[in-house]
């Protein structure tokens, strides 16, 4: 369903989601997320990479309560969201309206995008 990796080095949440998720699935997430990133010592500016590739478009329930379970997580400094597919893009912009927010095909464009100034690669 998903796995979080905390890159210090690049100051890096690295996050790839598959499947859907449920309300149920979206809790314990978000609470692993919240104990991880308090134990890693994380802080609100870190970049976040979510590679969507293997996840499916998410119910408007689901999307609800990443909402109600993450609304005020630390925010990011930069996001990348990587997906191929048009229409995960789509829900993305939909829920997404982040002006530090970009929409990579690729992981390793997203990667290089968070690490530098370029914006090539985004959608």
């Given at each position: 369903?998903?796995?979080?990796d ?16 449920t ?5 314990e ?5 919240r104990r ?13 990479r979510i590679d969507?590739?293997e ?6 329930d ?7 379970h ?10 990348a ?27 390793e ?5 968070l690490?530098?100034?370029?914006v090539?690669?985004?959608?």
């Amino acid at each position: 369903m998903y796995h979080i990796d905390f890159r210090f080095d690049l100051n890096l949440l690295d996050i790839k989601w598959t499947g859907l998720f449920t309300d149920e699935a979206v809790a314990e997430y978000a609470a692993v997320l919240r104990r991880r990133f308090a134990e890693e010592g994380f802080q609100a500016g870190y970049l976040l990479r979510i590679d969507l590739t293997e996840s499916a478009v998410q119910p408007q329930d689901v999307l609800e309560s990443f909402a109600r379970h993450l609304g005020d997580f630390p925010k990011a400094g930069r996001i990348a969201m990587v997906t191929p597919s048009v229409i995960v893009r789509m829900q993305v912009r939909r829920v997404m309206k982040l002006s530090y927010m970009r929409i990579f095909p690729l992981a390793e464009p997203a990667l290089d995008w968070l690490l530098g100034d370029e914006v090539a690669g985004a959608d």
